[in-house]
C-alpha cells in the first residue's frame, strides 16, 4: 500500500504546485511552460506575416515584436499616418529594410459583398500582398473594438457593429486568404480573441457575442484544414494597455467611450501581450489564455468546474456591473 500513499501524495504535490503556478502566472499553464522550453519566436525570421490592426495598442506591439526576430510585415488598419510612423519606427530600430514592411490600409467593413466599398475589398487586398511578398505564411486578426455597455441600454445597431467589425470582418479575411494557404498548402491564422470570448461578462454584451463566435468559426476551420497543413492559433488576453477604450462602443452606435487608460490600472503591457503571442505562433499553439489573475483562475475554473464558476460569476458580476456603472473601466 505504501506505493499508493506515495502516487496519492505526488498527485496532491503536483496539483498544488499547478495551482500555485496558476495564481503566480500571467498566462495558461501550457503557455508558460512552451515560453520556456517550447521553440522561440526566432524561429519565425522570414515569414510573411500579415497584421491587422497594427495601427496601436497590441496589433503595433506584435508588428514590433515580429520585426525584431526578422519576420516581413504586411502592417493594416484604417490610419495610413499610423502605419507609415510605424513602419518607419521598425526602420529606425534596425528591423530591416523598407522593403521588409507593406503598408496596407484595410478596413475591417470592406467585405467583398458590399456594394459601395471605401477602400480595396478584402480579395483585392490579398492580390496586393501576393504581388510584393509572393507567399503570405500568416494571417493576424487582430484588428477589433471593445465596448462599455449594459445590455438592457444598449441599441440593436452596437450589436450589429460590433458582430460586423470583430467578427464578419475577420471571416471575410480569413476567407480571402484561405484560397492563398490552400494553394501553398501551408498557412497560420492567428486570431486576438478575449478573455471575453471565454465566458459573459459584465458591460460587454456585444463584445463577447463576437469574440465567442470567432472562437466556432476558427475553431471548424482548423478541424477543417489540417489536410492544408493550415493552424489556427485562438490567443485570448485580459485587460491590456492599448487604445481600446478610447474607441469602445458604448450603448449608442454614435458615441465612443472616449476614456484613456491610466497607468495605474491592473493591465498587461501590449508588448509582454505580442511576446506570448509571438511564442504561440512560434509553436502553433491552438489556444492560449494570456492573463494574470483573478482572469487565469476564472478561466480554469468555467472550463473545469463550470457549475461553481457560474454561481461565482453571478456574485461576480453584481459587482462588477456596480463598478461599471459608477465608470470603473478596469474590464477587457
Ligand atoms: N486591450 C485589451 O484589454 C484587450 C483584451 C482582450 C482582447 N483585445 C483585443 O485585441 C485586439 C486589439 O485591440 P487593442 O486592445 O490593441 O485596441 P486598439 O489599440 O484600439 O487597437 C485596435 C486596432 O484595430 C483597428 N481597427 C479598428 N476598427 C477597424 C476597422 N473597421 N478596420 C480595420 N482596422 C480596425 C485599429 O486601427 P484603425 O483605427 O487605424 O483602423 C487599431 O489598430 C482587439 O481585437 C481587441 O478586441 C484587447
Not at 490552400?182 to 457575442?209: D, E, H, R
Not at 503591457?269 to 502553433?284: D, F, Q
Request: glycine fraction near 6%; include cysteine; aromatic fraction near 8%.
Amino acid at each position: 500500500m505504501d506505493w499508493l500513499y506515495f502516487l496519492i501524495v505526488c498527485i496532491i504535490l503536483f496539483l498544488v504546485l499547478q495551482i500555485i503556478t496558476i495564481l503566480r502566472a500571467d498566462c495558461d499553464l501550457a503557455l508558460t511552460w512552451i515560453e520556456k522550453l517550447g521553440k522561440s519566436p526566432d524561429c519565425l525570421r522570414d515569414q510573411v506575416v500579415w497584421v491587422t490592426g497594427a495601427s496601436s495598442g497590441i496589433g503595433e506591439a506584435l508588428a514590433v515584436k515580429l520585426a525584431s526576430v526578422g519576420c516581413r510585415l504586411v502592417l493594416s488598419a484604417r490610419r495610413e499616418d499610423k502605419l507609415q510612423t510605424l513602419k518607419q519606427k521598425l526602420i529606425d530600430l534596425g528591423y530591416g529594410t523598407p522593403e521588409n514592411y507593406l503598408v496596407l490600409p484595410l478596413d475591417l467593413l470592406a467585405y467583398d459583398s458590399h456594394k459601395k466599398l471605401p477602400c480595396d475589398s478584402h480579395k483585392g487586398l490579398v492580390e496586393t500582398v501576393l504581388k510584393y511578398f509572393k507567399k503570405i505564411d500568416c494571417l493576424v486578426n487582430n484588428a477589433g473594438r471593445s465596448q462599455r455597455a449594459v445590455i438592457s441600454k444598449t441599441r440593436f445597431e452596437v450589436d450589429q457593429q460590433m458582430l460586423a467589425v470583430n467578427t464578419l470582418g475577420p471571416i471575410s479575411l480569413t476567407k480571402a486568404v484561405l484560397p492563398v494557404f490552400i494553394q501553398q498548402n501551408f498557412g497560420q491564422v492567428v486570431v486576438t480573441s478575449s478573455v471575453a470570448g471565454k465566458f459573459g461578462a459584465p458591460g460587454l454584451g456585444s463584445y463577447c457575442a463576437s469574440k465567442h463566435a470567432l472562437h466556432g468559426w476558427f475553431d471548424s476551420l482548423r478541424v477543417e484544414s489540417v489536410m492544408y497543413n493550415i493552424n489556427v492559433t485562438m490567443a485570448c488576453p485580459g485587460p491590456v494597455f492599448s487604445e481600446a477604450l478610447i474607441h469602445a462602443f458604448t450603448e449608442d452606435p454614435d458615441k465612443k467611450l472616449g476614456v484613456t487608460m491610466k497607468p495605474e490600472e491592473k493591465r498587461m503591457s501590449a508588448a509582454r501581450c505580442a511576446h506570448l503571442m509571438a511564442v504561440a505562433m512560434a509553436n502553433n499553439i491552438d489556444e492560449v489564455w494570456i492573463t494574470g489573475n483573478p482572469e487565469l483562475s476564472f478561466l480554469y475554473m468555467n472550463q473545469y468546474l463550470p457549475g461553481i464558476f457560474h454561481r461565482l460569476a453571478k456574485r461576480f458580476a453584481q459587482k462588477r456591473l456596480k463598478k461599471i456603472m459608477e465608470g470603473s473601466n478596469n474590464l477587457h
